[in-house]
């Protein structure tokens, strides 16, 4: 057939591990073609995820920390919520992103082409663009193509039934709102939603809220967070929902079900997100897909297929933006001959809820699960100056070192900011640091990041003597 453009890379898919793809394998000097069915670059995270759900908790975060100023004799009339102007802030946000990814994408000569893409050979894909379709003819390619939320079966086809982009929406604040799954992304979207007036249930079928965090981190938050919900219901699901005049009434089964359907304003479906995989022609191209729709790759994030590549949410879990950005560059510098490997020891995951919950490598629950033997040091932040002087002294940071050699194995924080302080303790487990160069690295005064000199101190058996 007919080819419009030829490359040496295709990237399919413009999220955080598209661009980041494309734009490394245009520094390595591969003319790149960048393929997006969206009109913006950026994908989930900056559309529709990380950024702008960003955006609205860090408004949340001021909102009540500027209602908490009462108990420092500071009040303020009750706020008046512009849910238009606080949408354009968002919106703003985003376009100021995605505004310089399309900059970045043009500084580097990389063609986006905007449009739905599938395979069609192993070095040809089609898109479907509004000039019709058109096929590009590509030496090799890096499938970035990202995830989707889960929908569940049973629930009505109503603006009042959501995921977290229709979430992020913001179209009105509900006076009572479900959130189904209480994992990150739920809980993210209701501390905006509860800042903001709404009274929260949460429904979730584990017996815990944020799976795969220490459950004393989570226990932090939730004494702190018990005041948004009326009902968490735990080891319960939704089986049924009906969309009535006056609400959406939902059915629960389960440990902590109520007897009866339950009235919401809004739900939020927020039970995970599954890949794109079977929705870009990989068969074409003779790509494996698993069942779930993943492509499997090797370390240098290569696919069954010699040529093609595959990065970020479509590879596997941990669905998080950073993880999807390293493989971009791995894929990338490998398509360009590199020797570069996905060798990393660690992803951290972030809750940007209030307090923020932050983990890297080894958790607790895990140590005990595998019977590894650590040595757990743990600086409880209301000893803390900063924290204290923060009026934010519930969190604590707990870092774990292998039992004999002392070395890092993971770290968990809970509190204010706990997510910009994760990646030290990252860094940390990267460079195989030990306690004692965590505890003799010194840190600056009064800061929350003290908090992890002072945990490695504790781990070595000495006391804290830092307000
Ligand atoms: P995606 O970002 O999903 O991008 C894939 C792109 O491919 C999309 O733009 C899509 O339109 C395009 N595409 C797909 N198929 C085709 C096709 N056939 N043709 C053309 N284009 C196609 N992660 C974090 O690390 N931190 C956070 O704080 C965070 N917050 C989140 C909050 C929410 C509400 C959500 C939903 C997610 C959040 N995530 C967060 C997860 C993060 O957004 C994803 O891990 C990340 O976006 C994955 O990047 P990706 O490049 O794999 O794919």
């Not at 860090?58 to 919520?81: M, R, Y």
């Not at 970035?144 to 979430?167: E, I, N």
Request: one cysteine or more; aromatic letters at 6%.
């Amino acid at each position: 057939g007919k080819v419009d453009t030829q490359c040496d890379l295709l990237v399919l898919g413009a999220g955080p591990g598209g661009y980041s793809a494309a734009f490394r394998a245009a520094d390595l000097g591969l003319n790149v073609v960048l393929v997006e069915r969206y009109a913006t670059l950026g994908g989930v995270c900056l559309n529709v995820g990380c950024i702008p759900s960003k955006a609205l908790l860090h408004t949340a975060a001021v909102l009540e920390e500027a209602q908490a100023l009462e108990a420092h004799g500071i009040s303020f009339a009750k706020p008046k919520i512009d849910l238009d102007k606080l949408r354009a802030f968002k919106d703003g946000v985003i376009g100021k992103l995605t505004g310089g990814l399309a900059g970045m994408a043009k500084a580097r000569k990389v063609t986006v082409i905007q449009g739905l893409g599938e395979f069609v050979t192993a070095n040809h894909l089609s898109v479907k663009t509004d000039q019709g379709l058109q096929t590009i003819a590509f030496g090799q390619a890096i499938i970035a193509a990202g995830s989707q939320s889960v929908k569940l079966p049973f629930m009505p086809a109503d603006d009042r039934v959501v995921d977290s982009t229709g979430a992020l929406l913001l179209r009105s604040i509900p006076k009572k709102m479900l959130i189904v799954g209480g994992g990150i992304i739920g809980l993210e979207m209701g501390t905006v939603y509860s800042a903001l007036g709404s009274r929260l249930d949460v429904v979730e079928m584990q017996d815990g809220l944020m799976q795969g965090a220490d459950r004393d981190l989570v226990k932090v938050w939730q004494k702190m967070n018990g005041h948004r919900f009326d009902h968490l219901m735990l080891k319960t699901k939704t089986v049924a929902a009906e969309a009535k005049k006056d609400g959406i009434y939902v059915t629960f089964e389960g440990e902590g079900a109520p007897k009866e359907a339950q009235r919401y304003d809004l739900v939020l479906q927020a039970v995970g997100r599954v890949p794109n995989g079977k929705k870009i022609g990989a068969e074409r191209a003779g790509v494996a897909v698993t069942e779930r729709g993943f492509i499997e790759v090797d370390r240098q994030m290569r696919t069954n297929v010699p040529n093609i590549f595959a990065i970020g949410d479509i590879v596997g879990q941990p669905m998080l933006a950073h993880k999807a950005v390293h493989e971009g560059h791995v894929a990338a510098e490998a398509a360009a001959g590199q020797k570069s490997f996905f060798d990393a020891r660690v992803i951290p995951s972030v809750a940007y809820t209030d307090p923020e919950i932050a983990w890297v490598g080894l958790t607790e629950d895990q140590a005990k699960q595998e019977g590894i033997a650590v040595t757990k040091g743990i600086f409880p932040w209301a000893a803390s100056g900063r924290a204290i002087a923060n009026g934010r002294d519930e969190g604590f940071t707990k870092l774990l070192f292998d039992a004999t050699s002392h070395k890092i194995l993971g770290g968990g924080i809970v509190g204010t900011h706990a997510g910009d302080l994760i990646g030290e303790v990252a860094l940390a487990i990267e460079m195989g640091a030990d306690a004692v160069d965590i505890g003799k690295t010194i840190h600056p005064h009064p800061t929350l990041g003290e908090s992890i000199g002072l945990a490695a101190e504790a781990a070595e058996g000495h006391c804290t003597d830092l307000p």
